[in-house]
Each structure stands twice: as C-alpha cells, then as structure tokens.
C-alpha cells in the first residue's frame, strides 16, 4: 500500500489483511507490505499474537485460532464422517505411542485437523482442531498429497515457503518425496515447519475415492516426537493404525 494506515485500529487490521494474503509471512515481510516501521509491526504482531489473531512459527507469522473461530472451516457431513469412524483408531494410537497425536484431511492446499490428543508432555505445536496448516511441510500433508495428483499439483503451483532449513521449497524435491511415500505408505516430517517437532504419518485410503494409483488418501494419522530416532519406534504402530483405520472407514457407509 502508498500510504501507512494512521489510527491503531486501522494499523491492526492492515496487518491483519497483510497476514492473511499470505501463506506465512516474516516480520520484514509484514512492514514492507503495510508501510509501518518494523518497530510498530512487531508491536501490532505481539499484541495480535497474545489475542490469538495470528499465530507465530518461528520467524513467519499466519492468522490465529481467533480468526478461524470467526470463519471457520466448513464442517461438512463428509469432515463429521471421517472423525466420527476414525477417532476410535486415533485413541488407540494414542494409547500405543504416549505421544501426540493428529487426525486430519485435506482442504485446499492445507490440512485442516480433525482431532488430536495430546501426549503426556505436548510438544509445543500451531496444530489445532478445525484449524489448517500448509501441507507439503506436515507429515499428514504429504501423506496425502502423494495420493491426489490434483491436490500436489496445486500446492507445487504455489510459493513453498522454508519454515526450517529442512522444509522442502521446490516442486522437484516434492514429487521426489511423494514418490518414496506412495512406495512406503507413510510419510516423515524432519521438523520442517516447527524446528525440534518430528512427526510420522500414514494415509488412510476410502475403497471408493480414486486418485493416484487407483486410490485416494481421504485422512492422514500422525504420531509426533520431539526427537527424529524416536521415529522408528512409532513408525509401524502409525501404520498399522491407518491401515485399520481405512477397513473401518470402507465399510462406515
């Protein structure tokens, strides 16, 4: 914009509106587009942040729980279908692993979760019910792009911004990445949206959605560790999870 708003009021929701346009924004970033010095940016964003407006993950900030909970994502009766057959198996995980856990599904070119429990010692995450992440940098995001060619397609169209050293930012790395999914049946997030927070993750396929490979992922369960060797320990009890998952989810129609 020319010209920097005047009031507080109007201030903030520049920056809100600044925010939201993109899928995760730096402070720098937020100042040049609104025209405030950054010193004015970051206090507008820390008082944001503290009201739940937007959320920051580590230097980029993105809206808030409070602005998802004034237009929310749509709750559809396919949404409802999918946690109401599914949490079972997302307690039971839950109980095998001690760790947090997620259910989610694809919406857009993000995930939106269904559920999650929390472990014993939560990882701290931006991760929340009826709230969306970008999925090509979750662990249930990428285990269900590897399984709708349309939905990577989408996201590989779009700026893949790098949350950590280790988020992956270019459609070649993704398709790279997808494809051991598909081969594997899970997926691996390497901290690449929150340093420190590793997840595994499997995808559960719907007999009757088609996509790549005959089979489209409808939902995705994860089980998080603060640690990337404790992977291999909730690997196949991830797996094993959404495997029953989906059975259950064929049949719940």
């Known amino acids: ?45 820390t008082a944001l942040e503290r009201n ?4 920051r993950i580590g230097q980029r900030y993105r809206l808030g729980p409070l602005v998802h909970e004034l237009d929310p994502i749509p709750v559809s009766p396919e949404y409802e279908r999918i946690r109401r057959a599914l949490t079972p198996f997302l307690a039971h995980l839950f109980e095998a692993t001690r760790a947090t856990v997620h ?24 991760s929340r019910i009826g709230g969306g992440l970008p999925a090509y940098c979750t662990g249930v995001g990428k285990a269900m792009l590897a399984f709708d060619e349309d939905a990577a397609g989408r996201v590989a169209r779009w700026p893949m911004i790098a949350w950590t050293e280790t988020t992956l930012t270019s459609p070649d790395a993704l398709e790279v990445e997808l494809g051991e999914i598909r081969r594997k049946k899970r997926a691996v997030d390497r901290a690449e949206l929150i ?33 990337e060797s404790a992977l291999a320990r909730l690997e196949p009890l991830v797996t094993r999870a959404a495997a029953a998952a989906g059975r259950a989810l064929s049949s719940d129609r």
């Open 1 to 45: 914009m020319t010209e920097p708003p005047t009031s507080p009021v109007d201030r903030a929701f520049e920056v809100l509106r600044v925010t939201a346009a993109g899928t995760g924004m730096t402070l720098s970033e937020i100042a040049r587009e609104t025209g405030l010095a950054k010193s004015t940016a970051l206090r507008l964003l």
């Open 52 to 55: 739940d407006a937007v959320t």
């Open 103 to 126: 259910l989610a599904t694809l919406h857009g070119d993000e995930v939106v979760y269904l559920n999650k429990l929390h472990g014993p010692r939560p990882i701290p995450s931006p």
């Open 195 to 227: 340093p420190g927070l590793y997840c595994v993750a499997a995808p559960v396929f719907d007999d009757d959605e088609e996509g790549a490979g005959g089979t489209r992922a409808v939902a995705a369960l994860s089980a998080s560790a603060a640690d």
